[in-house]
């Protein structure tokens, strides 16, 4: 099956910084989304962006589907920021099967 | 507007015992999923369908079933339950699926979180 992996594995920001977390897969993809889980277990999908680039307030991010790589840039961390980010893909040819990452957790500080 | 419910949210059963874990949407999107997260290993698919009477496996099926006879409901049953499926497990639902766009975009529930004693 496709591989998805994310870097870093854990990151600790204080509010107000920026960051850059990264979705790497092995495979062609017809679908990549990104998805925060807030500390209490809440799933929330932040982008559906298989190609290209989207921004939502304080969050963007960018796919470079030929190169197989995703990037989710966060500027001026919040606290409310805080928790897991996940990204999924789903490989060219296999409907409606997305594949999770093992995420990448933030905590964002005072 | 209820969106997506899961149901019970915790459980806690026995090995061996029968367990049915139940997901309600209200949008009347056509596929829904059932996922389970476990420490080191994310989000992985237990099975899918993508429309009433229509399911397939995902990454992970052994140990579990499914229905679909109504597009709103899609229950998945531990038919007898292991410690191994100790987990919490999400519900998910979408408009569509494979390459249609933004209507992939898959809509979480809270999650029931399972022990197996």
């Known amino acids: 099956g496709i591989q998805v992996e994310q870097s870093p594995p854990d990151l600790i920001l204080q509010e107000g910084a920026n960051s850059t977390l990264r979705c790497n897969f092995s495979d062609s993809v017809n679908n990549l989304q990104w998805f925060h889980q807030n500390p209490w277990g809440q799933l929330i999908n932040l982008f559906y962006?298989?190609?290209g680039t989207k921004q939502n307030g304080r969050l963007s991010a960018t796919t470079v589907a030929t190169e197989r790589y995703s990037l989710l840039y966060i500027s001026s961390s919040q606290t409310t920021d805080s928790g897991v980010y996940f990204c999924?893909?789903?490989?060219?040819?296999?409907?409606?099967?997305?594949?999770f990452g093992t995420g990448t957790r933030l905590q964002v500080t005072l | 507007d209820a969106g997506i419910t899961q149901s019970p949210r915790y459980k806690i059963t026995e090995t061996g015992r029968q367990v049915t874990l139940m997901c309600h949407q209200t949008w009347s999107h056509s596929y829904m999923f059932w996922y389970r997260q476990d420490l080191g290993h994310g989000l992985r698919l237990i099975y899918y369908s993508a429309a009433a009477d229509i399911t397939d496996k995902g990454e992970v099926p052994d140990g579990y079933v499914v229905s679909r006879s109504k597009t709103e409901n899609f229950p998945l049953t531990l038919e007898s339950a292991t410690r191994s499926q100790t987990s919490v497990y999400f519900c998910a639902s979408s408009t569509t699926g494979g390459s249609s766009g933004r209507g992939n975009i898959q809509y979480f529930g809270a999650g029931t979180r399972l022990s197996v004693l």
């Open positions: 999924a893909v789903e490989r060219a040819g296999t409907a409606s099967k997305l594949t």
């Open positions: 962006i298989p190609s």
